[in-house]
């Protein structure tokens, strides 16, 4: 069964730091994706950066980064020089091959604080 | 130009009641989901719909019925709602090889 794992509930950084916010899975499949998504306190969920498991390079979207570890099932986000408005739950998520009948199961989520 | 809309965004209604929530999208996706998000902030995939035929279907109670009236929208209909029905519910759309979803502004259930 798949499962993700982030081991994390709550951060705290200072400003312009750089963060790690760790997530591992668990899937016996070889096709597969992997998502985070940023939730600020207003509630909206909003994609971040996507990582395939075919791909070669770590996926880079602006300041953010996705760690690809495939033999250690790790899939840690990055976040360069953070900002105040970068405090938030992140969520890892995973999707299984490339069906749209396979369905997204998300982590339980980090709580990201940056102090000033 | 809002992407994903839901209407409403707050919820506030008694035990026992049935509610509907609807979403729009208008990114010309084919695939639309609602989740749920309870009080821990953890989320979980209820329903999918591809090209307004439903295609996930976990373990709901069957109190809950999407319908798809047409591929931009999806609703979500809750019969004798109980207060474990309390979270926020959000509906999501999808497209592409990498079905990245892009989710509504989500809807504030709270059952007295």
């Known amino acids: 069964a798949q499962k993700i794992t982030q081991t994390q509930p709550g951060m705290f950084v200072q400003e312009k730091e750089a963060v790690t916010l760790d997530c591992t899975y668990d899937t016996s499949d070889q096709s597969y994706g992997l998502f985070w998504y940023k939730q600020p306190s207003s509630g909206e969920m909003i994609f971040l950066i996507y990582?395939?498991?075919?791909?070669?390079q770590n996926a880079t979207e602006g300041r953010y980064s996705l760690n690809f570890q495939k033999a250690r099932k790790s899939a840690n986000l990055v976040i360069s020089a953070s900002q105040l408005g970068d405090s938030a739950m992140y969520f890892c998520a995973m999707k299984k091959g490339y069906s749209s009948a396979s369905k997204i199961i998300f982590g339980s989520g980090t709580r990201l604080s940056i102090r000033p | 130009d809002t992407a994903v809309s839901q209407t409403p965004k707050y919820l506030v209604t008694q035990m026992g009641n049935d509610k509907s929530i609807k979403c729009e999208q208008n990114?010309?996706?084919?695939?639309m989901y609602w989740y749920k998000q309870d009080s821990k902030k953890f989320l979980k995939i209820m329903f999918s719909?591809?090209?307004?035929?439903?295609?996930i279907n976990e373990t709901v109670p069957n109190r809950f019925s999407p319908k798809s009236p047409d591929k931009a929208h999806l609703n979500l209909h809750i019969n004798s709602l109980e207060l474990g029905d309390s979270a926020v519910y959000f509906c999501?759309?999808?497209?592409?090889?990498?079905?990245?979803?892009?989710f509504g502004p989500g809807t504030r259930l709270t059952v007295l």
């Open positions: 990114l010309g996706h084919d695939t």
């Open positions: 999501a759309t999808s497209a592409g090889s990498t079905d990245t979803q892009y």
């Open positions: 990582q395939g498991s075919y791909d070669e």
């Open positions: 719909y591809n090209n307004k035929e439903l295609i």
